[in-house]
């Protein structure tokens, strides 16, 4: 494929399809045209910003020439036949997946994902807003986290079990804001927003129930040793990563990504079961001091390193 041609079929509003390669694990694409021969798009957009800066890019072309992100598998054409719209579908909803592969904790990529997907599909068609499914999210949360904050063992297992449903649908609100183009920075921190006030009941409502079945004061105690904790933990991720995080390779803030994510709903669930949640008590006080420690050190190094690069 020439790259003239291409620009012949650009300039005369030929549809060009845009299709990622197989089987592949860079955002490399290859863009097809009648003919079916694919060209790299990385080296098209090379060759397009050249001719821009020399000016030898015809301007009502340039102005027409842009560089599509795409996903395996999309765009995808959809044509008459039915199956194409069924296929479509399928590599939409998986797309959705890659999007937040790298930041996802293990059980959200292997399995919450694949729950949630399966609620998005069909509640994309209520037509709600994704904020909605946000609020009833939060409502399952802090359900479940009043019924641990209950003294006894049923309570506390059927209020983690609503924690863990909770965290499975709790994709269900940015998959549909992507799916229906509704994705905003307000719906952004609007999630996180209320998925700290979820976390917030839960570390509360354990001490609390312990507190009831056993009237002892430790663990009144612990809950505010654990809330300082959670807020020093919260303070250094702030300070320490997402305020800089331009001073940290990609892999740091992938490992940051996959501590930080809501897999530990499944932990509570497990020592419900076996009625040990005082274990997730007391390794959550402390375990939020030695967090926030290590990124405080995590922080040091690195500006550290940044002086002595500046030395240089």
Request: hydrophobic share 45%.
């Amino acid at each position: 494929l020439s790259f003239s041609k291409l620009l012949w079929h650009i300039s005369n509003n030929i549809t060009l399809l845009v299709d990622p390669l197989e089987k592949r694990k860079s955002q490399a694409m290859a863009v097809k045209v009648p003919g079916n021969i694919p060209e790299r798009t990385s080296v098209l957009e090379a060759m397009i910003k050249k001719m821009i800066s020399t000016g030898s890019l015809p301007a009502d072309i340039a102005d027409r020439v842009d560089i599509i992100a795409a996903s395996p598998g999309l765009p995808y054409p959809v044509s008459e036949d039915p199956t194409s719209v069924v296929e479509a579908e399928k590599r939409l909803m998986d797309s959705l997946g890659l999007q937040t592969a790298e930041t996802d904790g293990f059980m959200a990529r292997n399995f919450d994902r694949h729950i949630s997907r399966f609620f998005s599909k069909r509640l994309v068609k209520t037509g709600l807003h994704p904020n909605w499914f946000t609020i009833m999210g939060m409502s399952i949360g802090l359900l479940g986290a009043w019924f641990i904050s209950q003294p006894g063992y049923s309570q506390r297992l059927l209020g983690s079990l609503l924690f863990v449903f909770c965290i499975m649908v709790d994709g269900v609100d940015g998959e549909i804001a992507r799916l229906t183009l509704k994705d905003s920075t307000f719906g952004h921190y609007f999630d996180i927003v209320t998925d700290n006030i979820v976390h917030a009941a839960i570390f509360v409502a354990l001490p609390v129930s312990f507190y009831r079945e056993t009237g002892n004061n430790i663990y009144l105690k612990s809950l505010w040793i654990l809330l300082i904790g959670v807020a020093f933990a919260a303070f250094s991720a702030y300070y320490c990563i997402f305020r800089v995080e331009h001073r940290y390779n990609k892999k740091i803030l992938t490992v940051f990504d996959k501590l930080a994510s809501r897999d530990f709903a499944y932990l509570i669930a497990l020592l419900a079961l076996i009625n040990k949640l005082q274990w997730f008590l007391w390794g959550a006080t402390f375990g939020s001091y030695l967090f926030g420690i290590i990124l405080w050190i995590l922080y040091l190094r690195s500006s550290s390193l940044t002086r002595g690069y500046n030395k240089v």
